[in-house]
């Protein structure tokens, strides 16, 4: 009994300290986030970099020491917006019967990180799962490479690039009617990614209508290719491709990520660091300039983003405030990263990961949130815990605090794929375990009703104040979070 006695003493103060994470606060918060004022943090905006501001300068007065640039808790990534030149791009093919292919008809340049220019290469069909490859790829450096496949995205688009290649051409079966809606989406103006270099093989999309007569007079046979599932590499009697290649910049600009970390009190562990991740950016303001969807409802065109990410971004700022009264303080480090670009395609978290505050390899875990502020009342769903011991983790911090009626649940929507669409994925990728919280979606989601009143603060609390738990857990235990092998090959390995 009297051991029981010194270890609830030894609670009180810790729980005490998650109890500061308020309904009060959070409401709060996300009723400054997620004003209309703010309108919907579009990335990039003046109001993403209010929202930048606001946080930096919480953390500023929390004691937190900066983890931005220059020695601030900003870190900024450029951003350019460019719009391809279909009127002055064209393609053509030498050997064989020859053919010239015209640009919005018969293909479209898919990938704005490139330099206007002349881009040649001799044409090879690659068929098959790409992870399977076993021919000698280094031989197609400079090859133009028709992919029987309709988009190329993460591990099988670093694969590819890193076979060196030209240009790369993907095949698209859409009809008329949803090609011409391809060719008009890929005219407008659009941002490049800030996370990869410009100067990467051109990519090109080319209708299988327009492509299979050429490629069955070279001796390729496109539908095979489709259906094959052995990895092969076909050249086509040195027939070349050349590409007239067009491109203007649009606009300069930049957006922000927020950093702030809390040193770790052992002269060891401090150098390890646990990091609590969420996007303080939403989709705009419905209309062009806006993205997810998101239609104006009425007079409202504000899509104000309090669930999706308010609810996280406020919950790591709680978090850390948390954190910040701990006496003593945790072991390890922790990194309290708000992130922007998450909805144009996780673009803050890939260049925080690839310029981080700390190196990777010192980060044992990403807590991410992104939206836990609706739904049901009693259970949170962490995704990815079944790939680590850090889910083993969550279920004994979660039952060891039944006051807080919140139950850590397994991913319910596999299909889904949520563990590869937020930003704990550019983090997984690098080798760090994670878990992603998340409450599932809702008819608001990407909607302009997805609004503060909405917010559910006192449930958001018990999970906020359960990932605290988790975060104290995992900044003090004895030893880093482990993978499950099999999860490590599979996301890491063949990443």
């Known amino acids: 009994m009297f051991a029981f006695l010194l270890l609830l003493q ?54 937190l020491k900066p983890g931005g640039d220059r020695g601030g808790f900003i870190q900024r990534y450029s951003i350019d917006r460019v719009r391809v030149l279909g009127d002055s791009s064209a393609a053509f093919v030498h050997g064989g019967a020859g053919a010239t292919l015209k640009y919005g008809t018969d293909f479209i340049l898919a ?15 690659v068929s098959g799962p790409l992870a399977a490859a076993t021919a000698d790829t280094a031989a197609l450096a400079g090859k133009m490479l028709v992919l029987a496949i309709p988009r190329l995205r993460g591990a099988d688009r670093d694969r590819v690039f890193g076979w060196k290649p030209s240009g790369i051409l993907l095949l698209a079966n859409a009809p008329d009617s949803g090609w011409a809606q391809i060719v008009s989406r890929n005219n407008r103006p659009q941002m490049r990614n800030p ?75 401090k150098n390890e660091y646990v990091v609590f991740s969420a996007h303080m950016d939403h989709v705009g303001v419905a209309g062009p ?43 390890r ?74 139950r850590p649940i397994d991913d319910i929507w596999p299909d889904e794929n949520f563990y590869f669409r937020s930003d704990h994925y550019n983090f997984a990728r690098k080798g760090v375990p994670i878990l992603f919280f998340f409450n599932g979606t809702h008819p608001d989601y990407h909607r302009v009703s997805d609004s503060p009143d909405k917010i559910d603060a006192e449930k958001e609390s018990r999970v906020a104040q359960l990932i605290f738990y988790l975060g104290v857990d995992v900044a003090n235990a004895a030893e880093r979070p482990k993978w499950n092998p099999d999860s490590y090959k599979r996301i890491v390995v063949g990443n």
């Open 195 to 269: 996370s990869r270099d410009v100067g990467g093989p051109l990519t090109l999309v080319i209708r299988a209508s327009s492509l299979a007569p050429l490629l069955a007079s070279l001796g390729g046979n496109p539908a095979a290719a489709q259906g094959a599932t052995t990895f092969s590499v076909k050249p086509l009697g040195g027939a070349q491709l050349h590409v007239h290649a067009r491109i203007d910049p649009v606009e300069k600009n930049s957006a922000p990520n927020v950093v702030g970390i809390l040193e770790g009190s052992d002269p060891v562990l």
């Open 333 to 406: 480090s922790v990194i309290f990263l708000n992130v922007s670009g998450e909805e144009k395609g996780l673009w803050g978290s890939e260049y925080f990961s690839n310029h981080p505050a700390a190196p990777m390899t010192n980060i044992v875990a990403d807590l991410n949130i992104d939206m836990i502020g609706r739904n049901w009342k009693d259970t949170i769903v962490a995704i990815g815990k079944e790939h680590s011991d850090l889910g083993a983790t969550l279920n004994r911090v979660g039952a060891a605090h039944p006051e807080l009626n919140m």
């Open 10 to 63: 030894a609670q009180a103060p810790l729980q005490r300290t998650a109890q500061t994470i308020s309904p009060d606060d959070i409401r709060r918060r996300i009723g400054i986030i997620a004003d209309d004022s703010m309108r919907g943090r579009d990335t990039p905006s003046p109001e993403l970099d209010k929202v930048a501001q606001y946080i930096a300068g919480e953390y500023r007065r929390l004691g």
């Open 111 to 125: 990938d704005n990180m490139f330099e206007s220019g002349d881009y040649a290469g001799e044409i090879v069909l």
């Open 289 to 331: 300039r806006g993205s997810g969807g998101c239609r104006a409802q009425g007079a409202d065109s504000i899509c104000n983003g309090a669930d999706d990410d308010g609810s996280g971004t406020v919950a790591v700022v709680e978090i850390a405030e948390a954190f910040a009264r701990l006496n003593p303080r945790p072991k």
